[in-house]
């Protein structure tokens, strides 16, 4: 019979490579008779088979004794374990995974630190908890004439601070529907919604949905540019993580409500709320939060003065996901659906003849002020009997005369003799176009700018008897003439100045040289001029604001003293602070008295008959010039008495030429009217400051008439002399700023 109980397998001896060892002598138990026994064999190691089971496994070493792990020994045989193979077998993928973890750890936090260097490291600073609502809040201004009366509130419209609980449920319900309905289910980024969002944008090839949480909305609106970067998103992130840290999910909630803009100039829901429908946010029905809820995405575009059905389909979606999500039973939703709320009166105000005007001081006010100002009480200059009367005169001459003569649109300026801006009008309506053409346009003034060169011509000794032959002049290729190709002959400087002539002006200016204009415009307040410019300003080649020339022609009537033009005269905040108040001071000099009268009474003669100011003379000593530029785009009418200098300008936005319209017409009249209006209740008074003309160094000669005339005669010869020169094609007009010699000339003083 097989005998399956052999004894463990034992290395031989001589092994090849194993060290023998000393074997222990293995005990016998004595058997009967005296024969040998055989090797003892517990019972307890057989199972009822006859056979031997195998020992349990053990750990190499891990026997008692010092037979542990070697040979057959007190600690038994020698049996190779299970365990350690597996421990060899997974080891290494335990190994593995180590270190992509430490990898990944690494990756993550130079990624972080790369994010940061890269993108957060001009991420600005939260203000405090106490600040944020009125962290960079412009502040809502009330106007005053300067007589104390309220002309209107410009700003931002914020309405007051509210609260959730001051609120009916469905108010922050719809904005949460409308912007991010899972608001208190996510942190300050929805991972969800960023996911949704790629993928629909993926799927449409454009971007027509976002995923930026309320958190992250009014992190970008109150501390960021709206500019669509990468790193821009990476603070929106940053600026919404320390916000929610800061702020628990209610008062972000609050801080969004009370923040949001909302189209025409109004902020938070109480602001929206009483602009559009004259209530408080606490009144709003369902259907009138809903329409305020779809203003944020597109507040400017569908401000509900702007455009109401677009805003109206916007919030019949915000009350179906007000349905959708459950918040709103579906007749709620059916008739708030069926609602078109009324807009308020006050929300399609406007500001009737004082909205250039505001736009103007507004800026003037922000200039002054420092950031996070609170809301302001600000007085103006303005003479609103004035202002009423300048913005009626010049619409009802635009809409009659204006339109013959093919002008668009019109400004004008009025300055007290203080400086201060007693009128201004900007434009034919402003309702129409907000941009202000007396202070934001710059045009070519034309032979407005004549004042300028002759009183540089002054500083040189020239004077207003001096003679000066009006005659073909040719500096290089430019040639400049006169109207219908005619010249006087020889002129006095004084003549020359009333009637325009541009020969003279443009030898005066050469006599005076281009540093001398240049630094006697600066001192006019005129600071487009260059310091050192070409010939062609001599004939008002370089663009100024109407406002800065009207400026620039007060230094006459003040007696060569400037004064810097103002319209505010004081600011406050509403708890009564002062925070500017304007000292009147005295002109700073700018051209010396002698030179200023004999400009005055040289300027006297562009308003009396044959001068080009003609038709603006009225009941009152008064000084002007008029002014026209090339092919007609711009006329200029400035002028002053002792009380008031106005400016006035007339032309199209889209520079297109009008119908031969020169400054001595259409401003010329506009100026008139206006200056009647202004001095009717006034005395009569001259410029009490004029000084004796001065006498002329040597006696005139009895033979200068004969001489002039013949000298008129060699002018006049010389110009049928020449050939007529060639108009220019037609496929190729001239650029604003050139000069065109070749042109006919519509009347005296234009420039060309």
């Known amino acids: ?311 109206l389909v916007r919030s019949r979606w915000v009350l179906q996901r007000m349905h959708d999500t459950g918040w709103i039973t579906r007749e709620e939703m059916v008739l708030a659906q069926s609602q078109s709320p009324a807009l308020a009166p006050t929300a399609t105000s406007t500001d009737g003849p004082y909205g250039y005007l505001l736009d103007h001081a507004t800026n003037e006010v922000l200039r002054r002020i420092g950031p996070n100002s609170p809301d302001l009480l600000v007085r103006l200059s303005i003479d609103p009997v004035l202002q009423d009367q300048a913005a009626a005169i010049l619409s009802q001459i635009m809409a009659s005369d204006g339109v013959t003569a093919g002008a668009e649109q019109a400004a004008l300026v009025t300055l007290g003799p203080d400086g ?104 006019f307040g005129l600071t487009s001029i260059p310091r050192n410019p070409d010939l062609s300003v001599t004939l008002g080649a370089y663009e100024v604001n109407l406002l800065e020339l009207t400026s620039g022609f007060q230094v006459f009537q003040q007696a060569g003293g400037r004064l810097t033009p103002s319209i505010i005269e004081e600011i406050r905040t509403v708890d009564g602070q002062a925070v500017f108040s304007r000292v009147p001071s005295g002109p700073l000099p700018a051209l010396d008295i002698s030179h200023a009268s004999m400009m005055v009474k040289m300027m006297s003669k562009v308003l009396a008959p044959g001068g080009t100011g003609a038709r603006a003379a009225f009941d009152w000593p008064a000084a002007g010039k008029t002014g026209t530029s090339q092919n007609w785009r711009d006329a200029w009418f400035v002028g002053f008495t002792a009380e008031y200098v106005t400016g006035v300008w007339v032309g199209n936005d889209d520079d297109t030429p009008m119908n031969r319209v020169t400054g001595g017409a259409i401003p010329a009249q506009i100026w008139r009217r206006l200056m009647i209006e202004a001095h009717k209740d006034l005395e009569v008074r001259d410029f009490d400051w004029l000084l004796p003309d001065p006498e002329p160094m040597f006696d005139v000669d009895p033979r200068n008439t004969f001489y002039q005339g013949l000298a008129s005669d060699f002018a006049n010869a010389a110009v049928r002399a020449e050939p007529p020169p060639l108009p220019p094609p037609p496929s190729q007009p001239q650029p604003r700023d050139e000069f065109d010699a070749s042109r006919p000339l519509p009347e005296e003083d234009i420039p060309f």
């Open 1 to 311: 019979m097989n005998d399956w109980t052999l004894d463990p397998y034992r290395f031989p001896d001589d092994e090849p490579g194993r060290p023998r060892k000393p074997r222990a002598p293995q005990p016998r138990a004595a058997a009967p008779d005296g024969q040998d026994a055989p090797p003892s064999r517990p019972v307890a190691d057989e199972d009822g088979f006859g056979r031997r089971p195998l020992p349990p496994p053990i750990k190499a070493g891990s026997g008692s004794g010092p037979g542990d792990g070697d040979g057959d020994g007190p600690g038994g045989p020698f049996v190779i374990s299970q365990e350690p193979r597996r421990g060899r077998r997974w080891g290494w993928v335990w190994k593995t995974l180590i270190v992509l973890a430490l990898l990944v750890v690494a990756a993550v936090i130079g990624g972080g630190v790369y994010l940061q260097q890269r993108f957060l490291q001009d991420i600005p600073e939260l203000p405090p908890r106490s600040q944020l609502y009125a962290f960079n809040r412009a502040p809502g201004i009330k106007f005053f004439d300067r007589n104390g009366e309220l002309i209107a509130s410009r700003g931002p419209r914020y309405g007051d601070r509210v609260r959730l609980t001051d609120l009916p449920p469905h108010v922050p319900l719809a904005f949460m529907a409308a912007e991010d309905h899972r608001f208190y289910q996510h942190g300050p980024i929805d991972l969800q919604a960023i996911a949704r969002a790629t993928y629909v944008n993926w799927r449409a090839g454009r971007v027509v949905q976002g995923g930026s949480t309320l958190s992250q909305q009014i992190a970008k609106s109150l501390f960021l540019t709206p500019d669509q970067t990468f790193e821009r998103k990476m603070q929106e992130a940053a600026l919404a993580w320390r916000l929610e840290r800061m702020l628990t999910k209610d008062e972000v909630l609050e801080l969004y409500l009370n923040r949001v803009f909302f189209g025409a100039n109004t902020f938070g829901v109480d602001g929206a709320a009483r602009t559009y429908f004259g209530k408080p946010a606490s009144q709003l029905t369902l259907a009138e939060s809903a329409l305020l809820a779809a203003l944020p995405k597109a507040p400017s575009r569908l401000a509900l003065t702007n455009d109401m059905p677009a805003a």
């Open 420 to 523: 201060s801006v007693r009128a201004m009008v900007g434009g034919v309506d402003y309702a129409r176009s907000v941009f202000n053409r007396a202070t934001q346009a710059k045009r070519q003034p034309g032979s407005t700018f004549k004042p300028f060169v002759y009183a540089a011509a002054l500083e040189k000794g020239v004077l207003p008897t001096d003679v000066r032959v009006d005659g073909p002049v040719r500096f290089g290729d430019w040639r400049p003439g006169n109207y219908g190709g005619g010249y006087r002959g020889p002129v006095t400087v004084e003549t020359a100045l009333s009637r325009s002539i541009n020969t003279v002006a443009v030898k005066l200016g050469a006599e005076a040289g281009g540093p001398a204009l240049g630094d006697i415009s600066q001192r």
